[in-house]
């Protein structure tokens, strides 16, 4: 059973699942196998919408959480989690308009729109999961 405190390492696995989907459909549309790549990057919409509600849900009751220590570290912890901010809030309506362009077969502009759609959002969804690790496993706040 999974309790309320379990809910960032549900985000964290649910980002890391998001990153390999990207990446599998990546190495999918690499290799021309288009329904392979299709079903990764629906399910890598998935699992992103999933972290979404787990992550809107656990924030909404738990409020902030505060990196103090090791003071050295906070101001590169700082540092990724504001490009993880501005992406993520970036990537929501980059992949509504990624998806809706492969949905309606306008496979010219999904691609160029999917070019730089990918990275962001393989970023956010790693540092995402590094986020957790530095919050959670690495140094965590007592």
Known sequence: ????????????FLNGLSALFLTAGYLF????????????????VVTSTLFLV???TYHSQA?????????????????????????????????VMTLNRA???????HKKIARWTWPI??????TGVLIYLLLYQIFPQR
């Open 103 to 109: 949905l309606k077969e306008r496979f010219e502009f």
């Open 1 to 12: 059973m999974i309790t309320f405190s379990d809910l960032p390492a549900v985000n964290a």
């Open 54 to 56: 787990c992550y809107l």
């Open 63 to 95: 409020g902030r959480t505060i990196f103090r220590e090791p003071a050295w570290f906070r101001p590169i912890y700082l540092s990724i989690l504001l490009t993880h901010t501005v992406l993520a809030v970036v990537i929501l309506p980059l992949v």
């Open 29 to 44: 549309i690499r290799r021309k196998r288009q329904r392979a790549h299709r079903n990764c990057m629906i399910a890598a």
């Open 121 to 126: 959002w393989m970023y956010v969804s790693l």
